[in-house]
């Protein structure tokens, strides 16, 4: 789905993003992750001409895990007991975004391409988020 800017401006003229709009309308919680997440990738563009260091710190700042948190605490009115449960799922959810980058960096040394390099960082972090999953079922961690 493409976001149109000016079906956004339309929505917000309306009011579809308060608090109290009707059903089955855009709310503010719902539109800005992905405005956000749109803004980050336009600063990674940019900054990558510039400065390869800026648009990696930009690309690996913890705006999907704020979002996220934003999200979760949103949709369950703050209680405490769920985000204890998904911030500790979001600790976890970090082991296999490192074994990611660091297969990516390790492939990137060995010459790979982008595709067999992407391909590399998926096959480690699907493996680690496996071995994350098979821990929790067999000892609750």
Do not use: C
Not at 24 to 29: E, F, M, R, V, Y
Not at 43 to 50: H, Y
Not at 75 to 81: I, L, P, R
Not at 110 to 133: C, D, E, H, Q, S
């Amino acid at each position: 789905m493409f976001l149109n800017p000016h079906r956004i401006f339309f929505a917000i003229h309306q009011g579809a993003f308060s608090e109290h709009n009707q059903e089955g309308s855009l709310k503010t919680q719902d539109v800005l992750p992905v405005l956000l997440s749109i803004v980050v990738i336009i600063l990674v563009a940019v900054l990558e001409k510039q400065s390869k260091f800026a648009a990696a710190i930009t690309a690996t700042m913890p705006i999907g895990a704020t979002l996220a948190i934003w999200i979760v605490y949103s949709a369950n009115s703050g209680d405490q007991e769920t985000m204890k449960v998904f911030s500790s799922s979001l600790l976890l959810g970090i082991i296999p975004s490192i074994g990611f980058l660091f297969a990516a960096w390790f492939a990137s040394r060995a010459g790979l391409k982008l595709v067999p390099l992407l391909l590399v960082g998926y096959a480690v972090w699907g493996a680690l988020l496996g071995a994350i999953v098979v821990l929790r079922r067999v000892i609750g961690v």
